[in-house]
C-alpha cells in the first residue's frame, strides 16, 4: 500500500485518486452522508448477503443501502450524458462482447455510470476498491443489486483490500482478459499472483500517474506483455480533467471550509502548470491578487503573458492571505516559510501528496494545533499568530469540495474506447486511434455545441479525413512500446 | 410578522435578511452545527439559567454553550478587523457613552462582533432577535456569558418573538435612548407600545428594506420624530454588499446545492441590478455564458456593453441550465416559462423573497415534488422532466452558501459611526457626516492599501479637505425629512 | 479662452473636449487625413464661397470637400443609429420646431450626425467651433453644403473664434432661443454681449465639466435666469461615455502610439474613477498587471474587492512600465517620481488637461527630449535613462486614438430630448422626465437587445409605470435651482 | 514564388510571413513611414553605393537613410532583451565563431536585432530578403552601414528577388555553412543550384510553416542530407508568437481600421487553435459576445469550457458584427455566407493566406467595392447592404496593426541556440537539447520575474537536474529523421 504515494508527478493525482484519510471529507460533499454510521460492525465479508435476484456475487456493506445509491448513480448519470449516448450508440453491436473486465477503481457514483455502461456494452464485469476509505457504500450496494460482481466496502482493513482484489481476479471457469486499473494495485496482484492469467490479458487501462509509472517500470525491465493504454495521459484527461477541474473546484474547497472572501485576497500559487492555471484562473477572475512560483522558466513566461507576477515565495510570503500549492514536488514548503506567515494565513495544497506542504514541521511542541472545524486546523505559534491548514495538506479539492461531476465524465468516459481499442489491438496492432476525438464530440451536445464540418474540398486541402483525426499524429496516440506489445501514449495537446 | 416580506425592492433584501424558513440550512454552514437536536425541549423562557457572574439577565437556549459560541465569534473577528480597529481606537474616548441601545437584528457570529464593539465604545446593550430562526445559540450564549442581555433563541414561537423584544424595552430603571433595527419590528413595537420611551429615541439605525419603507411611510405620515439613518442606502451597503457580496455568494451557493460545473453553461440572470451585476460577473469568470433580462434600459444598456445579451426570458427558457432571479419583482416566472425549462435545469434566487420564483404554481396535482438533497427539490414534470429547484425559491445565497464575513463588516462597521452620529445630530443637526468614507478606510488596512494623501496645493486646487469628504454631497449624505427630525439617506456612489 | 483649462473634474473632459495642442493628432485617425495640407492660406473669412444651392450662409475652409465631408458623416451614422432612429421617430412631428439653435462644439462627422437630426426634427440650427483646431474642415464643408449655418474651420486664430461665435448669434431677423453649448463659451458670449438675447434663451444645454462649472457659478451669483440642463452629469455621459470609452479607447492609444506588448506589464493608474475603472478593466483584460492610486476611501476599497492592489506611487513607481494619470488633479506628478521611474517606462494621461502630468519640470536644461514618432517623444536623463511621454501629457485618447462613434452617440443622442424638455419647460416646468432611460432604449437595437415589459400586476406591486422611470428620482433627473428657471441635474446611476 | 501561399496551416503563417501585398500597410506602422516615396526610381542593382568605412558590400535602396533605420532598430531592441542579454553573455565566448551563415527573412528592425545578434556571437552573415515587399529600407541601409552584407530593398521584383538571394550564397572565397530561412526559398535555391555547398551546410533552421512543410517532402524523399532545425513547431513560437501575438493584435487591428466599439458586440471567430485562442480571450475580455466554429471536437470542447457557444456558421451569421477566421482553411466563406450577413458586417481573416476568405466570390459585377479607407473596403450589395472587408482578406495583424516586438522576441531568440545547437551536431548528434526552456529565461528578466530553484533534494526527488530540462522529451525536442541526419522538431507544450 505504500506505493501509493511513491511517485511524484507535475500535475498530482487528479481523477479520482483521493488520499487515504479523506475519510473525514464525506460531511462536504453535497450528497447526502453515504454511510450509515450506527451500522452494526459486522465484517461484509462474514455477512450473508444476496441481491433481489438471489445473486450473492458480491461482498458489500449493506446491500439494503441499493436503492438510496441507485438514486445517487441517476444523478451522477445526468451530467454524464456522454457515456449515456455511448451506452445507447453501441449497445446494439455490443463491441465490448467477450470483454472479461477486472476492474480496481473508487467505487463512486461516477465510476458506477462507467461499470454499468462497459456492462451495457457487452462486457462482464468484476470490481473491486483501490481505495480502503473512499468507496461509498450505497453506490456499490446498488451495483451489487444490478448484479455486478463488486466487492467494496468503505473501510476495508488492508487484508480485505487485496482479499476483494483476488476475489474479482480468482474465479472458477471465468477467466479475466481485461484489466481496468486505478494506481496499479490489481495489475501487480494479477502479475505476481496469476502470470498464467496475466500473459493473456488482451490489454490493460491505467489512469493514474502512479499506476502508469509502475507500468513504465515494467515496461523498461522488459516484463510488461500486454498491451497497456496510458489514460493519465490522454489529451482529454490532462487539458480537461487538471485544467477545468481544478478552475471549478478551487474555489469551492476554500468557500467550504474557511468562507473566505476572495475580492482583494492576495493569494500564491506555487506551480504553474495545468493544476496551477486552472486555480490562478479562477482566483484571479473573482477578484484575488495573485502571484506564482515556478521551476520551469515555459510556464513562468506563460505566467507572465497571462499577467501574474512570477516571484521566489520568500518575496511574498510576508504578505499573502492564502498559500496554495500545485508543484507536485516534495518539501516544497519548509518551516522557515511557515514561520513568516502572517496571521490568519491560509495554507492548502492541489497538487500531489501530503508531502507538498512540510506538515509533519509543523508537527512540533512548540505549535500548538486546535481543531477548529472539520478539515481545518489552527496551527498557532507561541506568539499566538494562526496559521489555518486545510485538509492536513492532503488534496484540497479531494477532500473538501466536490469534483464536477461531467470532468469526470470525460475521464471516464475515455476509459470504453479504450476498452474497445485494446480488444481490437490484437487483430490490427498499427491501429490509428483517436479515442480523444471520438471522446471529445460525444460532450458536445451537452452544450448544444454543433460542429463544423469540412467539405470534401476543404478536407482534401487540409489533407484531412472528413471524420478526424485533425490533430497531427503526435498530438494524439503513439505506440511507445515494441516487443510484442503495443502501448499507447497519448500526448498532449495545446 | 407578515409585513416583513411585503414590501418590493430591486436590490432584495441582502445583509442578513434570511427568509423564515431558513432553519434547515444549518449544514450547509462550514461552522460546525451551531445547535445541539438532541436538546431538551424545555422553552429558555422556562429555564433558570445564570452565566459564570452569577447574571441572569438574558434568555438564551442554553448558557453552557457560551465557549463554542465564543470561538465562532472569535474566527469572525478576523475578518472584521475594521470593527475591531474602530473598537481600538475609539476605546479610550467612548464616544458612544450614555448610548443606551436596543437592537433586534439576526444573530450570529457577525453581529456578535458589532453589539460587542458598540459595548466596547461605551453603549449598554439589550438584544433580540429579528427572526425567529436565524439565531445561533451558541453565539447567543456568548453574548449572554460577556454580560450582554440579549434574549433570543432559535426556533422562537411568534409570541416569543415580541417577548423578547419587549424584554429588551421594557426595563425597570433603564430607558433606550438609541434603536438599532432590522426589519422594523423593534421600532414599531417601541413607538406603538411606548411612545413615550419612543420619543425620547435619540435615533434610530435601520438597514433592512423593509424597516426603511416602513420609516418612510411613517415619515410621510409625519408621525416621524425621531432622526433614523437609513444604512440600507449607504454607500457601504449597496456597492459593496450588494454587488460584491452576490459575486462571491453566487457560486459558492450553486456549488454546494448541485456540484454542478460552471464551464460552459448556459445561465439566464433575471435583473441586472447590483445582484444581477455581481451573479453575472462570476458566472462569466468562470466559463458560464451568461444572458441578461431587464425592464430598465440603463441597466439593459450596461449589461450590452459589459459583454450580456439581454433578451427576454421566452427567447432563452427552452436552452438554459440554470435560472438565476435578481429582479425584485413578484411572480417574474409564470408557469408557462417552467413548462419550457429543458430537463435538468436549476433554479434559483438571489434577488427577493419566496415570490421572484412562482413556487406556488409548481404545488400541482400534476407535478410531483422530490427531495434529494437538503435545499435541493425536483420537480418532475408527467413526461419525466425535471426541474431542480433550490431552497424552494428563497434566497439562494443565505440559504445555501455562506455570506462573506469581511462584506458583512463593512455594513456593520457602518451602523457604529451611525450611531455616534445620530447622539451627536441633537446637539449639531447640520453636521455634515461622511461615515461611508470612514468606515471604507478602515477596511484597506485589510488588503494592505495605502491611500494617497492629497498635498495642500492639491486640496486647495480641488476644493476639497485633505481628509475628505471627496464625493460631492449627493452622493453621500442628505438629510430627507424635516419637522424636528432628520433623516439621513446615503445616496448611491458608482 | 484661458478659462477652458481653469477647473478641476474628477473625470475630466471627456467627450470631444479636445486640448488645444490637439491639431498633430490627425495621423492617428483611422480616417483618411481630414486636411489638405496643401491648402491655400487664404482666410476663409476673406473668401466667397457658394454652396451647390446658391447659399452662402457659412463660413469654412473649402466648400468643395463636401462630398469627403459627407462620407464620413455617413459613417459616423452607421454607428449612431439611435440618433437616426430618433430622427425617424420623431421627424414627422417635428417636436422642435420653433427651436432656433446657437451651437458651439466640436465640429467633427459624430456632431453633425447630431446637428441634422436637430435640424431634422424641426429646428433651425447655427453653428461654430468650440476649439480653435478641433474642425473637421471637410465635415464642416458637408453640413455648410446641407445648408446649416455653420461657422469654422481647423485653425482658427483666437479673433476668429470669437468672430465665427458672433456671426452665430448676431443675425438679422434671426433670434436664437436655445443654447447647446460645449464648454461655455458661447453661453458666456450671449450673457455679456447680447444681454436681451440671453433673457429669452428657453433653455441651455451644457456637456462639458467647465461649463456646467460655469454655469453653477453663474448660478450663485443669482444671474442664471436660464433654465439649465446639465448633460454632463447625465447618467448616460457618465456611466456610459466615461466607464466604456476608457475601456474602448486606453489600449488603443497606447498600441498606436508604443507598439507596447500587454502582457505581463506593470502599470499603475493613477486614480480609480469611473476613467480609472475602465482603464484597469481594459489592461487587466489584456494581462496586464496593475496598481491603483487613490485619495478617496471608497473609490479605493472598490478597487482592492476588484483585485488590484492598491499604492502610493512611491511603492510602485521603480517597478512600473507605465504610468497612466485619472487623477483629475494638478501636479499629481511631481518631477521626483519621474526621477525614480525605470528605463522606458511610459508616461501618459487619460485624465484631465496637461497638468496631471507635471509636464514643465521636464522642461529643463539637464533633460534631453527626442521626437521619436508624432505624439511620442523621449525624454533623456543625464545617465541616459529615457521616459516615453504621450502626447505632451495631454489627453491620451483624445490626442492619439479615436473615441468610440457608438459611446460619443450616447451623449449627442441625450441633447436631442434635453433640447426638447426645455422647449416644454416653459409650459410645464414641474414635468418629471428621464430623458436617460429614453435615451439608452434608443440604443438597445444596436445590440439586438429585448427589454422585457413588465405586466400590469408587476408594474403595480413595485409601484412603477410600466414604462419607466425605472430608477427613484435621485438617480435621475433633480431641477435644482429655483427662480423662475430649472436647472436639471441628472444625478449619477449605479 | 507562388509555392508561398500553396501550404495550409492549422494556426496560419503568424511570425512575420507577411503576404506579398502587404505593401499598402506601412500607414498603419507606428513607426514613421520607412520608405521615401519619392524616391528616385534607379534600381538598387544599378547603383554604386559604399558605406562610411568604404565597403559596397550589399545592396540596398539607399544607405543614406541608415541613421534613420539605426533609431528604428534602437527602438526594437528596447523590447528585446533577451536577444541583447543573450549578445551580452555569449559575446566572449563567441559561440557561433565559424559560423557562416546565409539568411532569408523579412527585413525588419526586428529581424536585424536577431542578425547582429548572430555577428556579436562570431558569425559571418549575408542576408536577403524573403518577401519582395517587406523590407524596411532604412534598416536594410542600417545593417549595411554595420558592415552586414545584405541584399534586399521594397519592392523587388522577382528576378531581384533571386538575384538577391544568389548575391548571398554565390561568393568567392566564403561558403555558407548554415542556412537561416522563412519560407524555404533559400532552402530551395542552395540544394538546387549549389548541391556541393547544400552537402556541407550544418544545419538549417527554418520557421515558418511553409519553409518546414517543404522541409518534409525533402525528408520523406530521402533528400535531406542536412540537420534541421524546425522553429516553427518549437514551444516558444507555438505557445506565445501565435496566442499571445493574436490576443494583442486581434483589437488593434480592428480598431485601427475602424474604430469599431468592441463592447456589447456579437462576433464570431472560425477556428479555435491557439490563434482563435487569442483572438476570443480579447475579444471577450473586452465585453464582446464571442462565438466560435470548430470541424476539431476537442478544441470545440475546450471552447465551450472557456465559455463560448460553439455554433455553424449558418446559425449566427444573420445577426453578428464582425466575422474573424482562423481556420487554416481554403474557401471556408462561400458566397452564401457573406449573403446573410447583416449590414456592416466587419469580416476579417487572422489566420492564413487570403483565401480563408473567399474574397474572389466578392469580385463579382453585382457587387460595387468601395475602398473607404486604407485596408477598408465596403462590398455593397444591390440592395445596398455594406459588408466591411479588412485588408482585402490578407492577415488583419500583419496588415493592420503592428505585432509586439517582445513577441517576435521570443521566436528571433529562439534562433540564436538553435543555430548554436546545429554547429555542435555534428559532434554531438545524441544532444540532449533545450533551447526552449532557455529562451523563455531570458526573457524573464523583462518582467521582473524570479525563478524558483529547486533544492538538491527536490531535484533528485523529482529525477531532474536543477537547471532543467523540466519537461518530459517528448515535450520539448525530438530527432525526427534518421540518415546521417537529425530533424530536431519541438513538439507543443500545453
Partial sequence: MQEFTKFPTKTGRRSLSRSISQSSTDSYSSAASYTDSSDDEVSPREKQQTNSKGSSNFCVKNIKQAEFGRREIEIAEQDMSALISLRKRAQGEKPLAGAKIVGCTHITAQTAVLIETLCALGAQCRWSACNIYSTQNEVAAALAEAGVAVFAWKGESEDDFWWCIDRCVNVDGWQANMILDDGGDLTHWVYKKYPNIFKKIRGIVEESVTGVHRLYQLSKAGKLCVPAMNVNDSVTKQKFDNLYCCRESILDGLKRTTDVMFGGKQVVVCGYGEVGKGCCAALKALGAIVYVTEIDPICALQACMDG???????????????????????????????????????????????????????????????????????????????????????????????????VLSITATTQVPSQALLLLCDESPSLSCSPDEYVASLHLPSFDAHLTELTDDQAKYLGLNKNGPFK???????????????????ELHP
Fill in 308 to 406: 501574474f507576477r512570477v516571484v521566489k515565495l520568500s518575496e511574498v510570503i510576508r504578505q499573502v492571505d492564502v498559500v496554495i500549492t500545485c508543484t507536485g514536488r516534495d518539501g516544497g514548503r519548509p518551516g522557515e516559510h511557515l514561520d513568516r506567515m502572517k496571521n490568519s494565513c491560509i495554507v492548502c495544497n492541489m497538487g500531489h501528496s501530503n508531502t507538498e506542504i512540510d506538515v509533519t514541521s509543523l508537527r512540533t511542541p512548540e505549535l500548538t494545533w486546535e481543531r477548529v472545524r472539520s478539515q481545518v486546523d489552527h496551527v498557532i505559534w507561541p506568539d499566538g499568530k494562526r496559521v489555518v491548514l486545510l485538509a492536513e495538506g492532503r488534496l484540497l479539492n479531494l477532500s473538501c469540495s466536490t469534483v464536477p461531476t461531467f
Fill in 472 to 490: 497531427p499524429n503526435y498530438y494524439r496516440s503513439v505506440p511507445l512500446l515494441g516487443a510484442q506489445s503495443l502501448f499507447f501514449r497519448w
